[in-house]
C-alpha cells in the first residue's frame, strides 16, 4: 500500500511538470505543480541532480550537497513581474561505506529536518519526494487567469569536513560564517586538518545554476485530492 507522499508524487506527475527550456540532460530539477485544498503545491523531481559523475562521486566516498530556493512569481506583460513567494530547502547524502548505507539529511520547505540511512540513490529519490512536497500559496492570493512562473535556483558543493560532522549545523546554518570554521579548524586535530584539506582538495567545487519554468495559470492546474 502507498504512502499519501508516494500516492502524491505519482499523481502530480501525472499533472502539470513543469518545463525549463533547458537543454536535454540539464543538470536541474523539476517541478511539478498542481491544486491541493485550495492552494497552489509543488513536488521538486530530483532525480537529473544525480547525474553519472555524481553518483561515481558518491562510490568514492565524497558528499553531495544541495540547496534549493523556489520563488513563485506572478508575470506582468506591460511592467516587472512581482515575486510572491520564496521557499528554500537544503539536503546532502553521505556514504557510509563501512555500513554499505547512504545517510541523507533534509531541511524541507517548512524548515522541518531529518536524517534518515537507505540502501541506494532511489531510495535517496524516493526520501526527497517525501520531503520537497509543500503548498506554496493560498488560491486567494492567485488572479486565476494572470500567469504565474518559478524561478529556481540550485547550488551543489563538495561538503566540508565539518558539514558532515554536524548534520545539525550544517542544515539550519549552511557552510557557517568564516570565523566559525576558523574556530573548528584550530581544534582539529593535524590528521583531521590533513584528512579535511585532501578530501576537499579532491571534491567537487560549487555549481550553480538559475532558471525559470513555463508559465502557467491556475485554472490549468487539476486538483489533487
Known amino acids: ?6 500516492s502524491l508524487v505519482i499523481a ?7 518545463g525549463t527550456g533547458a537543454a536535454a540532460g ?3 530539477p523539476r517541478i511539478a505543480a498542481f491544486r491541493v485544498a485550495d492552494s497552489l503545491a509543488i513536488v521538486v523531481d530530483c532525480a537529473d541532480l544525480f547525474t553519472p559523475r ?3 562521486r558518491l562510490d568514492e ?8 530556493h523556489v520563488s513563485l512569481h506572478r508575470y506582468d506583460p506591460l511592467w516587472f513581474d512581482t515575486r510572491l513567494q520564496t521557499l528554500s530547502a537544503a539536503f546532502r547524502v553521505i556514504p557510509l561505506r563501512w555500513e554499505e548505507c547512504l545517510d541523507v539529511a533534509v531541511r524541507d520547505f517548512g524548515g522541518r529536518i531529518s536524517s ?4 541506494g540513490v532511489d531510495d535517496v529519490l524516493l526520501e526527497l519526494e517525501d520531503r520537497l512536497f509543500t503548498t506554496v500559496a493560498p488560491q486567494n492570493d492567485l488572479h486565476p487567469q494572470r500567469e504565474y512562473y518559478f524561478g529556481v535556483e540550485v547550488e551543489y558543493r563538495n561538503l566540508t569536513l565539518e558539514d558532515v560532522k554536524s548534520t545539525e549545523r ?18 582539529r586535530s593535524v590528521g583531521e586538518q590533513a584528512l579535511g584539506f585532501l578530501w576537499e582538495l579532491a571534491g567537487l567545487k560549487a555549481e550553480k ?8 495559470r491556475w485554472s490549468d492546474l487539476r486538483r489533487l485530492e
Open 12 to 18: 502530480a506527475a501525472a499533472l502539470l511538470l513543469l
Open 26 to 28: 540539464a543538470e536541474e
Open 209 to 216: 545554476a538559475d532558471f525559470t519554468t513555463d508559465r502557467f
Open 116 to 119: 534518515t540511512r537507505v540502501e
Open 1 to 6: 500500500m502507498r504512502s499519501r507522499s508516494e
Open 170 to 187: 550544517w542544515l539550519r546554518e549552511g557552510a557557517g560564517s568564516d570565523s566559525t570554521a576558523d574556530v573548528m579548524e584550530r581544534t
Open 54 to 56: 555524481r553518483i561515481d
Open 61 to 68: 566516498g565524497y558528499p553531495l550537497s544541495y540547496t534549493l
